[in-house]
């Protein structure tokens, strides 16, 4: 159901160090994970994605692990620059919805000077 | 914001009255989807259309109608029957109906009801 009000989940890094921001998926049968950054007032814009007989991936500046033993994604953000402050989601399909993600809440990052 | 747009940006809507939300693409995709984002949580799935003249339910389709008659415009209505419609909506668009063709997002409208 709904939360209005529900405060996200924050992690605060300093400008220069890595990030590493971390997703628990629900359904072990999931085999399609993306990350997704929103900035503040605006639609989602797709990072990367990993297919789950994938353990890791990596992209410019980014690399996300999947650990299914423990359903756990996390998406690894190397030198945080200004610019990377948004919430960024994950989204797992799982392999009996083809056209439907399940969306995490959200993780804010917010980088210090 | 990948060639989609959604107007108006912010719409303030009487209870009781229905509204339509715009969602126009020019990136020739085939698919096309409609979310509802709540304070503080991920995107909810409303409506897809993977064709023209097509569209299927989501999980949050009550109280919300569509219609694909285009291929570049798949406008979302939110009726007098949603019972909770203040949310920021957002339309995305993807190559084929596939979740793993990567969906590209507009900006979004943000729904008030007064």
């Known amino acids: 159901g709904e939360s209005v009000g529900l405060h996200l989940p924050t992690l605060s890094v300093q400008e220069g160090d890595n990030s590493i921001i971390n997703c628990a998926y629900s359904?072990?049968?999931?085999?399609?994970f993306i990350w997704y950054k929103q900035e503040s007032g605006k639609g989602p814009q797709f990072i990367i994605d990993?297919?789950?007989n994938m353990d890791k991936r990596q992209g410019q500046r980014v690399t996300v692990l999947l650990n299914k033993t423990v359903k756990h994604l996390s998406l690894q953000i190397a030198a945080t620059q200004p610019g990377d402050s948004a919430v960024y989601f994950c989204?797992?399909?799982?392999?009996?919805?083809?056209?439907?993600?399940?969306w995490g809440a959200g993780t804010k990052l917010i980088i210090k000077p | 914001d990948g060639g989609i747009t959604q107007s108006p940006k912010y719409l303030f809507r009487k209870e009781g009255q229905n509204v339509t939300l715009s969602c126009e693409q020019n990136?020739?995709?085939?698919?096309m989807y409609w979310y509802r984002q709540d304070p503080g949580q991920g995107l909810r799935l409303i409506y897809y259309?993977?064709?023209?003249?097509?569209?299927q339910k989501g999980d949050i389709a009550e109280g919300y109608s569509v219609s694909r008659e285009k291929k570049e415009s798949f406008p979302l209505t939110v009726t007098s029957a949603q019972k909770n419609p203040t949310a920021f909506y957002l339309c995305?668009?993807?190559?084929?109906?596939?979740?793993?063709?990567?969906?590209?997002f507009g900006p979004g409208t943000r729904l008030t009801v007064l």
């Open positions: 990136l020739n995709h085939d698919a």
């Open positions: 990993i297919r789950s």
């Open positions: 995305a668009s993807s190559i084929l109906a596939g979740v793993t063709d990567t969906q590209y």
């Open positions: 259309s993977q064709i023209v003249n097509d569209f």
């Open positions: 359904n072990s049968a999931s085999d399609y």
């Open positions: 989204a797992e399909n799982p392999m009996d919805s083809n056209y439907q993600l399940i």
